[in-house]
């Protein structure tokens, strides 16, 4: 095994923050590994569509990385390429708190962080070895899934290798370097999966392993893309003082922190100096009960003295804030606004509260039959999935999109150009035209989510719907039980089943086409087609791909479920890697 290919998937959902050309750092440090123990890596970071499909019919090996709202279009891919006879593994946070779900995509998942597991994961197979003493990897044996346990230590990230971006399909279009100089956050956010993930362990990076990091970038902008840049103020000091010290320059530089950081008036000089021009900070919200229920051990003072003391630097200060906690309501959305425009808030980033799997919230929502969809791709931070406490999520969608609106307006983008100069106006105007294009592009969402709200909280199927098609009008041919499409259509929970079985030529799948413009909703979320006990003619083949690719327009999520000892992969390998929103799920029977 020589030639591996590791892929961060970008959700086909739009959002604001879409554009966004700069990865996280999980596969480059895996990537680097690979590369020095002497294999052929290469990391792409796109929408499956835009992907080298001929290159990773190829390789040896696929890996796969997931967030939640990627997870969908990390399956999409993995499951056309397990398809196709290719190795694939999945990891990432996602697949960290659901491996069950990930593993029906792939034949291996690697649990937690990953940095010292992977490796070895990979040796292993490459020996023909079983996994079983490896830490935190979830495969199949014998037809069961195995799931091994975590590492019992979190990873000591003086460990970690430089990474290396130029494994990146798109180093030379980066606009900003990530430098990771620590790992873990001590908070515990109720809607963070960084500590259940990562640990509560703040773990640094040696100052010398950073600086040595920094002097490569000289001359660029620099993101410093730890959850809490200034959880260790006493490391992150003499980082930036060493900076100065050794005369490494960069362009700009930014970095994610919290209020408390504004109250470090070295901090903030050595920011000043450095190039630091952007602080992200968590603010969350003006409502103080909704920071007391978030977990934040801030207050509102806390805020408007952060923002304050930002700006007496020059630097711009991003303000992150999440609506939707059971204290929220919709004059909250409307006076958190009014609150960013009155402390002139360089640029905003108004989430939605979403409860990621592995968090405390989804626990509590989803115990309280609250949550509306498991539709994944959703779970972005820019969709309602659940249902509020003290508004519908029609107004809590509505009400964010409008505060987005309110905020990001050409008369409010020079607001902030005599204090801390075109940064502050340059992200504004760019905010404008992103809000403008995501309003149009989620109005669609907005009507759905009457239908996710109404619907039934019974998990029951609705009665089984079934109807038999002859497969010819010959009536000497449609007697023979061979000679008979079968069509199974049933529904539970918001998921539609279209189970077919027996023999499918042009004219049943003409009939099919009739059938289920009756049986099916003409827009549904999730529909799962069984075509395990399919036969299809060898003309009509192209048709049902076509026939499969209609649906997916009607549908959010179509998954294909085949089965194994049918020989169809060319097949799939001719029609499939391109449709959109489709999945391909080998049966595990």
């Not at 076509?546 to 085949?562: E, H």
Request: aromatic residues 10%; hydrophobic residues 35%.
């Amino acid at each position: 095994m020589k030639k591996i290919i590791l892929i961060e998937p970008k959700t086909k959902k739009g959002h604001v923050y879409s554009t966004t050309r700069m990865p996280r750092l999980g596969l480059p440090l895996l990537g680097t590994q690979l590369k020095e123990a002497g294999y052929d890596v290469s990391i792409h970071v796109n929408q499956s569509e835009a992907l080298p499909w001929p290159k990773l019919l190829e390789a040896d090996l696929v890996g796969i990385s997931t967030t939640t709202s990627t997870s969908h279009e990390a399956y999409r891919i993995a499951g056309y390429l397990h398809s196709q006879n290719v190795p694939i593994i999945i990891g990432g946070i996602h697949a960290t708190f659901l491996p069950e779900e990930a593993l029906q995509y792939a034949d291996y998942v690697v649990r937690g962080e990953a940095d010292l597991t992977f490796l070895s994961l990979i040796r292993s197979l490459d020996e023909g070895k079983s996994p079983e003493d490896i830490p935190g990897i979830s495969y199949w044996q014998n037809g069961e899934a195995v799931h091994n346990p975590l590492p019992e230590d979190w990873i000591d990230v003086e460990q970690l290798p430089m990474p290396d971006l130029t494994l990146l399909d798109h180093y030379n279009q980066m606009r900003s370097i990530p430098i990771m100089t620590s790992r873990g956050c001590p908070y515990n956010c109720i809607f963070c999966s960084v500590a259940p993930m990562f640990g509560r362990s703040y773990r640094s990076r040696s100052k010398e392993k950073i600086l040595q990091e920094l002097s490569l970038y000289k001359g660029k902008s620099i993101f410093f893309c730890d959850d809490n840049f200034t959880a260790n103020p006493k490391h992150t000091k003499q980082v930036l003082q060493e900076m100065l010290d050794r005369n490494i320059k960069l362009k700009s530089w930014g970095a994610q922190m919290r209020v408390e950081s504004a109250k470090d008036e070295e901090f903030l000089e050595l920011m000043r100096r450095t190039g630091g021009d952007i602080a992200y900070v968590g603010l969350e919200s003006i409502n103080p009960l909704t920071l007391q229920s978030y977990n934040k051990k801030q207050n509102v003072d806390d805020i408007r003295k952060c923002i304050r003391k930002f700006h007496e630097y020059g630097i711009r200060i991003h303000g992150m804030f999440v609506f939707g906690s059971d204290q929220d309501t919709v004059d909250t959305i409307q006076e958190t606004v009014d609150f960013a425009l009155e402390m002139r808030i360089d640029s905003v980033q108004f989430m939605i509260l979403t409860p990621l799997p592995g968090t405390p919230l989804f626990e509590k929502l989803e115990s309280e039959g609250r949550l509306l969809t498991k539709d994944w791709e959703l779970y972005d931070g820019h969709h309602v999935v659940f249902q509020p406490a003290q508004m519908s999520a029609e107004e809590l969608q509505k009400e964010t999109i409008k505060a987005f609106r309110r905020f990001y307006t050409i008369r409010n983008a020079f607001q902030n150009f005599f204090l801390t100069g075109w940064g502050s106006a340059l992200y504004r105007c760019v905010g404008w035209w992103l809000v403008k294009n995501f309003d149009k592009q989620s109005r669609w969402y907005q009507n759905i989510l009457a239908q996710l709200q109404n619907k039934s909280d019974s998990t029951r199927a609705v009665p089984l719907l079934y109807r038999r098609i002859q497969v010819s009008k010959q009536g000497n041919l449609g007697t023979a039980a061979g000679n008979l499409l079968k069509v199974y259509v049933s529904e539970n929970n918001g998921v539609f089943y279209l189970r077919l079985r027996g023999l499918l030529n042009r004219f049943a799948l003409q009939e099919l086409r009739h059938v289920l413009k009756n049986l099916l909703p003409q827009r549904c979320f999730h529909l799962v087609v069984n075509a395990e006990g399919l036969h299809l003619s060898e003309k009509v083949i192209k048709n049902f791909a076509l026939f499969l690719k209609q649906l997916g327009k009607r549908v959010n999520r179509l998954q294909l479920i085949y089965s194994p000892k049918e020989s169809r992969q060319p097949f799939l390998r001719k029609y499939f890697p391109k449709f959109p929103r489709f999945e391909l799920l080998m049966s595990r029977r």
